[in-house]
């Protein structure tokens, strides 16, 4: 059975830090992980996608990697803004094409 | 173009009671997926539609839901009974890929429900 882990649970930075998150997933047999990113009350929004086939994925001052054989993913946001400040989640899809999530981080950038 | 709608945002039942969710996708997404998020735990999986067909109903906690995906447009999900327990956000997503699971799923905003 697919397990999903995020570390850490919470994380708080002063704004302009450069800040990893991590994902760790005991089944490496994935077609793909998700990050995602969820704002008080909201739903989520998609940030990045990769392929099991791919080693990294970016968009702009986000950068996601995945190491399947260690069953690992970091998300790299770089020059963190206040408005970065969400619960972020980690979420792999295997052959049953249903999303299996982590727990989430929740992210504080202070201004 | 819409993205993936819920009705209602929020619901407040008595214990007992009906209620359904219901979830349009982005228009032309074959795969529907329902997910729940209960109190303090990571959100899971309930049911893969394809179309109208169920492809996957796995997650289902028990015979008390009900989903339905008449003409694999909209979906329903029906609780009833409602019990206490089933207090959470239940999240719609839908994708546009048929086969492997390589497709970006997009979530809507969910529905919170609350069971008293």
């Known amino acids: 059975k697919q397990e999903v882990t995020q570390i850490p649970a919470a994380l708080s930075v002063p704004e302009g830090e450069n800040l990893v998150l991590n994902c760790s997933f005991t089944d490496s047999a994935i077609y793909n992980l998700q990050w995602f990113r969820q704002d008080p009350g909201k739903g989520l929004t998609s940030l990045l996608l990769?392929?099991?086939?791919?080693r990294e994925q970016t968009s702009g001052r986000l950068n996601a990697s995945l190491d399947k054989s260690s069953g690992r993913s970091t998300l790299y946001i770089a020059a963190s803004q206040p408005g970065d400040s969400a619960t972020y989640l980690c979420?792999?899809?295997?052959?049953?094409?249903?999303?299996?999530f982590g727990q989430g981080t929740r992210l504080t950038i202070n201004p | 173009e819409a993205g993936v709608t819920q009705f209602p945002s929020h619901s407040v039942i008595e214990k007992g009671q009906t209620v359904t969710l219901r979830c349009d996708p982005i228009?032309?997404?074959?795969?529907l997926y329902w997910y729940r998020r209960v109190m303090g735990k990571e959100i899971k999986f309930l049911l893969h539609f394809v179309k109208e067909s169920k492809q996957d109903e796995s997650g289902m906690p028990n015979n008390r839901f009900l989903a339905e995906r008449t003409g694999g447009t909209y979906s329903t999900l029906k609780v009833q009974p409602a019990e206490l327990e089933d207090s959470g956000v239940y999240f719609c997503?839908?994708?546009?890929?048929?086969?492997?699971?390589?497709?970006?799923?997009?979530f809507g905003p969910g529905t919170r429900l609350t069971v008293l």
């Open positions: 228009s032309g997404h074959d795969n």
């Open positions: 979420a792999v899809i295997g052959g049953a094409q249903k999303l299996v």
């Open positions: 990769i392929q099991s086939s791919q």
């Open positions: 997503a839908s994708s546009q890929e048929l086969s492997g699971g390589s497709d970006t799923q997009y």
